[in-house]
Structure formats: C-alpha cells, structure tokens
C-alpha cells in the first residue's frame, strides 16, 4: 500500500493545496482584510502568495523525497510513476495556483 | 486428478442454482456482472427512447408534442437515467464480469456483497421508473437545483423520488467501489506485482476511489434537500440562513469527477482493446497509469467551472480555468500513447478498431469544446445553451458508449464463446457515427445561435427551425443504430456457432480460460510473471486447466482463493468464500423497504425497515468465520499459507478501509457546508450560538477515550489468549455515554426550522449519534463471538475491524464535539 501512495501522494497534497488557496480567497473575501495592505501589497494578496509558495514547496519537497534512496520505491515501476506524478502534481500547483499572482482578489 | 474431474468438482463448488431461483441467491461474479451490464442496458434503451422524445418535441417550432410538465420530466430522467443508471452500472457490471479474469483469481473480494449491490441498484432504479410511468417523475433537471427543487417551488413528490432513489442506487456504487478497490490490490494472480497489472485494472482502481470520494458530496446534498424537503431544515433556503449555492457545490464536486468516473473505465477499454487490434502492446504504459490518476485527481479542482456565472470572486474563478485548461494535459498524454500504440503496431479494422476509431474523432472534439467552456469569458456566453449540452455529448457518448461499444464486441466472444457471423455491426456503427455528429454538431451551432437547453418548445423567428430538424433526423438515425447493435447482440447469443478460445490473440488472462467461462474462472490460479501472461505462455491455459497452478485441488467442497501483498503480489493467505445465499437481495429489500417509507413519508415504518437491516447485516457477517482454529494449508508450488481471518489485515478489514475512506469524504463534505453556509450564506450569524456545556465536552471527550482504550485493551487481550469480555463491556458502556450526550445535545438545539446553523448541528449530532450506536452494534457483536468461540488469537480479524470503527467514531466525534460547543466558547 506504501507503493500506491507513493503514486498518489503528490497529487492529493495539490488537491489539498489548491482546495486550501481557493477556501482561504473565500475567506479573506467575506470577512474583511480586503483594504489592510503591508507596504505596496495587500495582506490579502501577501497571504495567498504566501499559500502558493508554501504549496510549491511542498512538492519540491515531494519530488525531491521520491528520488531520494530512502523514501523511494525499491520497484522501477513505482518510482517512475510516482515521479510522473510527483511532477504532475508540481505543474499543477504552479499553473493552478498562479492566478494568485496576476488576478484581481475578489 | 484429471481436468475433467476438476472441473466438476470445481463446477459443483462454484456453480449458482439451476434455473431462476439461481439469479436470486447467485453471489458469482460472472453471473451478477452479467445482471449489471444486461440491466444497465435496458435502461439505456429508455433513457435513448426519452432523448427520441426530447428531439420530436424539439424538431419543429410550437410543438405540440408534450407539454412543459412531462417534457420536464422526460429531459430530467433522460439525464437522470443515462448518468447514474446506465453509465456508472455499465463500468461496475464491466469491472464486476472481468476484473477476476483478468487479474487471475476466482472471484471478488465480497461476492455476497456484490450481489446487493446488484439488487440496490434494480431497485433503485425501478423506483424511478415507477415515478416515469405514474407521471410524477422527477423534474426539476439532472442536477436539481434548489429553491427549484425545494419545497415552495416543488412541493409535489417527483424530487424526492431523484432524491431517495439515485441514494438508493448510489448504494450499489459504493459498494463496488468498495469491492473493487480491494480486489485489485489484494485478490490478484501470484505474481501479479503493480507494474504487471492489466491496464484496465489499474484505470478500473482510479475510478473506484474516484467514486469513494467523489459520490459522498452528492449523498450529502441529497440528503441535506430531502430534509428540507421533508421537515423544513432550512439548508438551502437563503432567508433562513441557508443558501442555494451549498446545493451547486456538493452537486459539482460530485458532478465533474463522475465525467471522469465515466470516462476513465472507456479509457481503459481503449487501452485494453486497441493494442491487440494492433498486435502489439501499449505505448507508455506506466505513463498511461500516472496520467489517469493525475486526470482523476485534477477532476477534483474543476467543480466551480459549472458555476463560473454564479458570482463567486475573479480569483476563484481564475483558479478554476486554469485547473480546468489543465486536464487536457494528461487526457493529452493518453491520446498520444494510443496515437503511438497505433503508430508501432499493425492495425486491424476489426469492428471494435470501428468504434475505437469513432471514439477518438468523438472524444478529441469534446476535449476541444472542453477547453472552450473551461475560459471563462467564452463560457459566459455559452452557460446553460444548447452549445454545452452538446460538449457534455460529445465527451461522454465519444468518451463512453464508443469504447463501450467497442468492448462489447472485442469481449463478446469470451462471453459466449461464439464467433461473429453476420455483419450488422458494421452497419450499426456507420449508422451511429453519422447520426451522433449529425445530432450534436447541429447542436453546437444551435447553441451558438442562442438556444437555451431544457426549453420545451421555440418561435419559428428564433432561427433555429432548420438546425433543430437536422440534430433530430441525425438523433433518429442513431437510434436505428443502436437498435441495429441490440439486434446483432442477440442474434449473435443466440444463433453464432462456436468460436476458438482466443480469437483476437490476445495477452490478457481472461483469454485463458473455457469459454463461455465457467463459475471458477481457472481450474487453478496461474502465476505472472509477465503483463501479457498469455502471450508469453500460450500454453498456459491448458497447465491450468492440469491443476499445475495454484489450489488446483478442490477441498471440502470450499470455494478458495488467493490474497496477496499489493505490492509484489506474492501469495499471502488462503480466504475461503461464502456459498449462494438470497441474504444480498433480502437486504436490498429490507434496505429498499426503508427508502420507500421516507419517500412515501411513513415514518413509522422506518424504525422497522433500520432493525431489519441491522438483523440482517449480523446474521451477514456472523455467517463468517470459524469456531476453531485452521492450520496453515498448502495452495500449490510447495507454499502453505495460512487462513485471512487471522490476518491483522483481513479483508473486512481492507473492506472497511475503503468504507471509511468514503464515510470521511462525507463528513468532510458535511463540515466543508457548515464552514460554507458559515462564511457565505446571507442572513448569518444565526439568532445565537448553540449553549457550550463544559459537562457534555468532559463527558463526550472521556467517553471517546475509554472506547478507544477499551477496544485497544480487547484487541491485546485478544492476541494474547484471553477473553476481553470486560474491556468489551466497558467499551460498550462508554459508545453509550456518547450516545448519550449525543442525544443531550441533539435535544438542547434550539429549533432547526429556523435557521440553517441549527439544522446544520442536528445533523452533525445525528451523525455522531449513528455512528456511536453503529459501534455500539458492533461492540455487541463482538461480545457475541467471543461468547460463542468465535475468536482466538489466530482468529483475530474482527478485532481490528472494531478498532477501525472506533477511532473512526472518536474522530467524528470530537470534531463534532468541536463544532458544536467550540464557537459559544471563545465568542
């Protein structure tokens, strides 16, 4: 089974990401915190970039753990899979996430 | 002993009863795999017959065809039909026939529990045919959007029907879920380690936990706009605190993984069937697994795309087009590796390369609208037309019923064991191509031209009289082709002569058996070593039908299979099935019996129906087991293994796993809505904050902790030769001091009707309450067993089923503790 999460891992950490980045605009959205601003960037904004270089992060940290020796699959197939999906789930956090960057807050 | 006697030994074993009565008590997986697809494709016909009905009233302006209140309900059960009782039954009845073929074992992990699954579904799906022809069918559109659909703008009982009946059926989807999740890692040839597994299994294993996860939203909203319906819990209803918007949530995130649900399971036809039409292997396959579990875990971002006009903030709706344009990558990934299979075989246009074919021109056109509606700009323009309605056909006819068709006629052979003698197929495809691209690509335009969908009727000045005529004529023409397959199928069973075993030449192990195949699937398990065990060894269906693979010997007339590591596949213990028995339909009656009473609002029957469930699911399980002890046996190759019900792992507890894997998803989609209404929803905060009681969170909190050690203690105990009556007393005692100040709670909020934060921690507490009284069961039963020389420290399994559920129980439970008494308290 640690084989099968090793597959799944990378994407359920984006799922749980993105899930967490969209939540928290509908958060900071509803209560406030819209006009608060640190120097030229809104708290609003300083916090979602914050999510979105935390959740980047963490799949580096992903993808660098399934090619390190000891998290790594001892099967050739699972690491190869696993790294796909490793690299999967980082695209996705880099390209989902993004709006964070460039889009209007509310 | 020779082959022929094993197989009559094996046959008496395994075979159902003769005649009718065998389809009631059949627990065999080819037998109830071939109820879900003949089923599934029953209610297909009526639902292409409603979509026949959909286009005559459409074909011309001012029709006087039906009128709005039928053809609301005609174009509602049509959806309705053709999403939750044709395409997601089709993939389980698909996945039930061949999945122990294909992976080399004798059965699933649960036959009787595949059985009920069976017959949740019949009914189910009955009940809402029943609505169809009393004229009360549901009507307010597939996905029932409230206020529509709530009780001041649908008071009548056609919503509830939508409402309990797909619950109802969803049951049947659960647990094959369940079912199969477990059989694939566990149930598997020796041998057959994760890089060996057939490609549908590993497409038919994401899309299982596809429905563990994606089903529970839906489950949820159903029964949350059912309670509204029923007692005016207020969860949907914006002056109460509730908001129509939870609806279009739980619905979606539901919605847009079941498109993936549908068509991931194709995509594994396609990957199954295409390389042997091509004499070779697929392209990339550890590529294609990666791709399909990244597409279905990106289909789990995408659900706000279906509501990007509903006003949520810019970034959201960013966040969900950019996830949305994403998908197209690894569905990318997977046309490219068929492109490439294609590109280094040899095709052959057998009739199931046709639709093959016909799937990709389908499929990659509604990829391509897909990605169209996925910008937001374009699909403001588009929301709710003709133009979507269009797109959604051309994914899931092109991504489903193509490939689907394609299956039918690359595994009918082994079904029957007939060769195809006449051609219709041919025709029926050509037929069906033209008439679907002439239906829907008519309706992209119409859609274009501004044709709302769900319209029952149009002004000959709108412009649309044309295209609507010719999507018609082209719908009529595809119905002559489906008709056309239907007739070649039964032609086909009833009057093609024998075929050869393998006629496709293909790899798989379902090819490496007597066809049609018999109840045993393999006179003895074969041991992989390859992905394409057959091709490799073409001898091997005859070693297997010698007995020179594994449990080549019938014992004690016990029907014997294999689990092994997830892994690597090897053999790790020997389980032994239950026999036919008619307890899987009883409960899906007894099961029906309590959907019926809330549709048709007996209350009093209801208590009823729940006892006789409970009756019923402990005679179920008290069937398993043993009273003594059982060696370790040997299987064959010289391996002895021991029985799985003393394995820690067994495979209830697998089983349970997987149940509460879905059971979480709900509970997290029940605490996603209280956080949802909480934040969004107008008319909050609600009149007051539900009373903290220190008393209850200290007894709650110390009740949690001793079940918890007490099942603990009873497991040691347990392990350790004793018998832990005691600390099974004492857990009981404390699952009833939970259900107690669960009960307490319930009965100090103030009244639900009122507001929807009310309503919202009633059914948090009834959440808690049921499954502290589930435990409670299960706590019983197990001083039961232990009463009755049930268990020993070899016949453990139950134990650490028990234990599952309880920290299951004492999670939920303190979060909902949390939920309810944490507000009041630091506010």
């Given at each position: 089974?640690?084989d ?9 950490v ?15 959205c509803?209560?406030?915190l ?5 120097g ?21 940290a ?7 020796p ?9 690491r190869?899979?696993?790294?796909a ?22 | ?5 094993r ?15 065998g ?14 697809l ?9 639902g292409?017959i409603?979509?026949m ?6 074909a ?17 059960m ?41 017959w ?10 029943v609505?169809?022809?009393l004229?009360?069918?549901p ?15 649908s ?6 029907f ?17 079912e ?12 057959m ?7 549908f299994?590993?497409?038919?294993l ?10 529970p939203p839906?489950?949820?909203g159903s ?33 847009h993984?079941e ?23 697929l392209?990339g ?17 995408l ?11 810019h ?15 690894p ?16 095709p052959?246009?057998?009739?199931p ?12 056109i509604?990829?391509l ?5 996925a ?8 929301h ?11 994914v ?12 039918i006629?690359?595994?009918l052979p ?5 060769k195809?003698?006449?051609r ?9 191509f ?6 829907f ?6 859609g ?17 009289t ?7 004529v082209?719908?009529f ?6 008709a ?5 199928v ?18 798989t ?7 049609p ?13 390859s ?6 060894d ?25 689990m ?7 053999p790790e ?19 029906g ?14 208590p ?5 469930v409970?009756?019923l699911?402990?005679?179920w ?8 002890d059982?060696a370790?046996?040997?299987?064959g ?12 792992r067994?495979?209830?507890w ?5 149940l509460?894997?879905?059971n ?20 909050w ?7 903290a009681?220190?008393g209850?969170?200290a ?9 918890v ?9 347990n392990?350790?030769g ?5 600390a099974?007393l004492a ?15 319930m ?7 009122e ?14 309450l ?18 009755a020389g ?33 507000p009041d308290?630091f506010?």
């Amino acid at each position: 089974m640690t084989d099968v999460m090793r597959i799944v891992l990378s994407p359920l950490v984006w799922l749980a990401s993105f899930s967490a980045v969209y939540g928290l605009n509908g958060l900071l959205c509803g209560h406030g915190l819209v006009d608060a601003a640190v120097g030229s960037l809104s708290v609003q904004r300083a916090i979602l970039v914050g999510a979105y270089g935390l959740a980047l992060a963490l799949q580096a940290a992903i993808l660098v753990g399934l090619h390190m020796p000891r998290f790594a699959s001892s099967s050739g197939f699972v690491r190869g899979v696993s790294v796909a999906t490793g690299m999967a789930g980082f695209v996705a956090a880099a390209w989902s996430l993004m709006p964070v960057l460039t889009t209007s807050l509310c | 002993m020779r082959a022929l006697e094993r197989h009559r030994k094996l046959t008496a074993i395994w075979s159902s009863e003769p005649g009718f009565r065998g389809w009631f008590s059949t627990v065999n997986h080819t037998d109830v795999g071939k109820l879900f697809l003949v089923t599934a494709f029953v209610f297909f016909l009526i639902g292409g017959i409603l979509a026949m009905l959909i286009r005559a009233q459409l074909a011309t302006p001012h029709s006087a065809f039906a009128g709005p209140e039928i053809y609301n309900q005609i174009f509602t059960m049509h959806g309705t039909i053709m999403m939750f009782l044709f395409a997601i039954p089709t993939f389980e009845g698909l996945a039930i026939y061949l999945l122990p073929k294909l992976l080399g074992t004798r059965d699933l992990a649960y036959p009787r529990l595949t059985s009920y699954g069976y017959w949740c579904y019949l009914f189910g799906g009955s009940m809402l045919l029943v609505s169809m022809v009393l004229g009360i069918a549901p009507n307010g559109g597939w996905f029932m959007y409230p206020p529509l659909t709530g009780p001041i703008y649908s008071p009548g009982i056609n919503t509830d029907f939508w409402l309990i009946g797909i619950t109802f059926v969803e049951i049947s989807a659960m647990a094959a879920a369940v079912e199969l999740c477990v059989s694939i890692l566990k149930y598997r040839a020796p041998g057959m380690s994760l890089d060996k597994m057939p490609i549908f299994a590993w497409y038919a294993l994401v899309t299982a936990l596809m429905i563990l996860t994606g089903f529970p939203p839906l489950i949820l909203g159903s029964i949350l706009l059912e309670l509204e319906r029923a007692f005016g819990l207020p969860f949907f209803q914006a002056d109460l605190g509730g908001d129509s918007l939870l609806w279009q949530h739980l619905f979606w995130l539901f919605g847009h993984p079941e498109v993936y649900i549908i068509f991931l399971p194709a995509a594994g036809v396609i990957s199954t069937v295409l390389p042997v039409m091509c004499r070779t292997t697929l392209l990339g396959y550890g590529w294609v697994v990666a791709a399909a579990v990244a597409l279905a875990f990106l289909s789990f971002a995408l659900w706000v795309h279906h509501m990007f006009t509903t006003g949520i903030p810019h970034m959201s709706l960013a966040l969900f087009s950019a996830a949305s344009t994403l998908v197209a990558v690894p569905t990318g990934v997977q046309i490219f590796a068929w492109i490439g299979t294609l590109w280094k075989g040899r095709p052959e246009l057998h009739l199931p390369m046709l639709h093959i074919l016909g799937f990709f021109v389908t499929f990659v056109i509604g990829g391509l609208t897909g990605v169209m509606v996925a910008v937001v700009p374009f699909d403001w323009q588009v929301h709710d037309t003709a133009f979507v309605t269009a797109h959604l056909h051309y994914v899931l006819f092109g991504g489903f019923v193509f490939p689907i068709l394609a299956g039918i006629y690359y595994w009918l052979p082994q079904v029957t064991g007939r060769k195809r003698f006449f051609r219709l197929g041919e025709i029926a495809f050509a037929l069906i191509f033209i008439g679907f691209h002439l239906t829907f690509l008519a309706m992209h335009w119409v859609g274009l031209l501004g044709q709302r969908r769900r319209i029952d009727t149009y002004l000959p000045e709108d412009g649309w009289t044309t295209v609507n005529l010719v999507s018609s004529v082209g719908s009529f023409i595809m119905a002559m082709g489906i008709a056309i397959v239907i007739l070649d199928v039964v032609v086909h069973v009833l009057t093609a002569t024998r075929g050869p075993r393998n006629p496709w030449g293909a790899g798989t192990l379902e090819w490496a058996m007597i066809i049609p195949p018999p109840a045993y699937n393999f006179a003895s398990l074969p041991h992989v070593a390859s992905r394409d065990p057959l091709a490799d060894d073409p001898d091997l269906p005859l070693r297997l039908a010698r007995g020179e693979g594994y449990l080549g010997e019938p014992r004690e007339g016990r029907r014997e299979t294999l689990m092994v590591d997830v892994s690597s596949g090897a053999p790790e213990a020997l389980v032994v099935y239950p026999a036919n028995t008619r307890l899987p339909v009883a409960m899906a009656a007894m099961t029906g019996l309590f959907f019926l009473s809330l549709l048709l609002k007996f209350y009093w029957a209801v208590p009823i129906a729940l006892a006789g469930v409970a009756a019923l699911a402990w005679r179920w399980v008290w069937q398993l087991g043993r009273s003594v002890d059982e060696a370790p046996a040997p299987v064959g190759h010289g391996i002895t293994l021991p029985s799985a019900l003393g394995a820690d792992r067994s495979p209830g507890w697998w089983g349970t796993s997987f149940l509460l894997v879905a059971n979480g998803t709900f509970f997290g989609s029940l605490l996603f809505g209280f956080a949802f209404l909480w934040t969004v929803a107008p008319g909050w905060p609600p009149p007051a904050l539900f009373e903290a009681s220190l008393g209850e969170i200290a007894v709650g909190v110390a009740a949690l902790a001793v079940t918890v050690a007490a099942v603990e203690s009873a497991v040691r105990t347990n392990r350790a030769g004793g018998r832990p009556l005691a600390a099974l007393l004492a857990g009981l005692i404390a699952v009833f001091c939970v259900v107690a100040v669960c009960a307490v709670m319930m009965a100090r909020i103030p009244a639900p009707t009122e507001h929807a934060y009310y309503a919202t921690l009633l059914v948090l507490t009834g959440y808690a309450l049921f499954h502290a009284l589930l435990t409670g069961l299960m706590f019983a039963f197990l001083i039961a067993r232990v009463r009755a020389g049930f268990t020993s420290p070899s016949r453990r399994a139950e134990f650490t089923i028990v234990s599952l559920w309880t920290k299951y129980l004492v999670l939920t439970g303190a979060l909902v503790l949390a939920a309810c008494q944490l507000p009041d308290l630091f506010t």
